[in-house]
Structures are given as C-alpha cells and as structure tokens.
C-alpha cells in the first residue's frame, strides 16, 4: 500500500524567512496530494492541493511541486508570519481512490 | 465551514469497556472516515465509508467497528476499549474519493 514520508518532524524560522516540508510517497498511482494545516485544538483544513498532472502550484504565499519520477512534493510558504505557525500534514491518494495517506506531520514554528 | 459535528467531544473510558463515537454531517457528502492522531504518527484511518451500508477497513482497523445506517450518521465503535486506543478521532467528509476532505473537530478518548 501507500507510504507517505514527511520531513521534518519539527521546523522553526524567523518571522520572515522561507519554510519548506518535503514529502515522498510510494505508489506510483497515487495522483492527488493535498496538503492540510492543523491548529492546536482544532481539525486539519486543506490549505492547498496539487495534482499530478501539475508540477507546481501557488496561491499566494503558499505554494506546492510535485515531482512525479522521483515521487517527491513539497510544500513551500514564503514570508512567514506567526499564525503560520501549525502542524502541517502532506497526503496522497488516488482518483476515486477512498484511501488518503497521511504523512506523519512538521510543526511549524515561526518566530516573531 | 463543513457541517461535521463529532461526539462526545472528550471521554474518559475504564478499559473493557465499549464505547461509541459519532459522527454527523449535514454535507450529503457520501464519504465518511475515521482517523486516529497520535504523536509521531499523523493520521491513520481506522474505517471508511462509500455510502449507506458500505464500508471498509483503513491501515489501524483492529479493534474498532463502524456502522453507516445513514448519509448523514457514521459511528465508530470500540467493543471492548484498550490503554492502546488512547487517542485523538476525526471524523472526514469528501464529496469524492480523491478529493478534498473535510475534518470534524476532534474527540480526544482516553482509556484508563
């Protein structure tokens, strides 16, 4: 089945700066990935999700790559800023597929 | 927000016990999933469901039941609970396999 691996487990960064969480996955079918934010107390919401028929995508300062061949994605956020700060999980699964495999998670700390 | 109400939201259960969780949405969504959150781990479905009556098992299914008697009802049932299903349980909505999903807030179980 599907293995999704996250790294890394915890990341903190200046106010400011860059922050990037890489994924790899394992099934080669695999074709969604959506990549969801989690706030203390609260459940995961989707922040942004890309297919595999893109390479990259961006919504302002967030954005995500895919590399299909080395079945690699990540997620990039641009001049972070305090309430960035969460535990952020990327994912992948299938079209029409019921099963979505979560990674294992990267808090976020952004230091003001 | 999606209209995903989990309950209880908190529990302290003797071990041995059985206990049930619910979850209820009012999206008509057809896919309905319970996960577990655990430190180092993310999120691991539990169960899944495809529609009325149809579900199926996810990575960590040992221990745990599920029942859809409704679109808009899926409880998960721990028939006799362990130290070991010491959790966090979202519940999840998707409209479409592969898609995005929506997360309930959460019931935190503990078992004692």
């Known amino acids: 089945g599907e293995n999704v691996e996250q790294h890394p487990s915890t990341l903190s960064v200046q106010e400011g700066d860059s922050a990037v969480i890489k994924c790899t996955y394992s099934?080669?079918?695999?074709?969604?990935f959506p990549w969801y934010k989690q706030e203390l107390g609260k459940g995961p919401q989707l922040i942004i999700d890309i297919r595999s028929n893109v390479g990259e995508k961006k919504d302002q300062r967030i954005a995500v790559t895919l590399n299909k061949t080395a079945k690699h994605f990540s997620l990039h956020i641009t001049e972070t800023q305090p309430e960035d700060s969460a535990v952020y999980f990327c994912a992948a699964s299938k079209n029409g597929g019921f099963k979505t495999i979560f990674g294992a998670g990267t808090r976020l700390f952004v230091k003001a | 927000d999606a209209g995903i109400t989990q309950s209880p939201r908190h529990k302290v259960t003797e071990t041995g016990t059985p206990v049930t969780l619910r979850c209820h949405q009012t999206?008509?969504?057809?896919?309905m999933y319970w996960y577990r959150q655990d430190p180092g781990h993310g999120l691991r479905l539990i169960h899944y469901s495809y529609g009325v009556k149809d579900t199926d098992k996810g990575e960590v299914s040992d221990g745990y039941s599920v029942s859809r008697s409704k679109t808009e009802d899926f409880l998960l049932t721990l028939e006799s609970a362990t130290s070991s299903q010491t959790s966090v349980y979202f519940c999840?909505?998707?409209?479409?396999?592969?898609?995005?999903?929506?997360f309930g807030q959460g019931t935190r179980l503990t078992v004692v």
């Open positions: 099934d080669s079918a695999s074709n969604y």
């Open positions: 999840a909505i998707s409209r479409d396999g592969g898609t995005e999903a929506f």
């Open positions: 999206e008509n969504h057809r896919y």
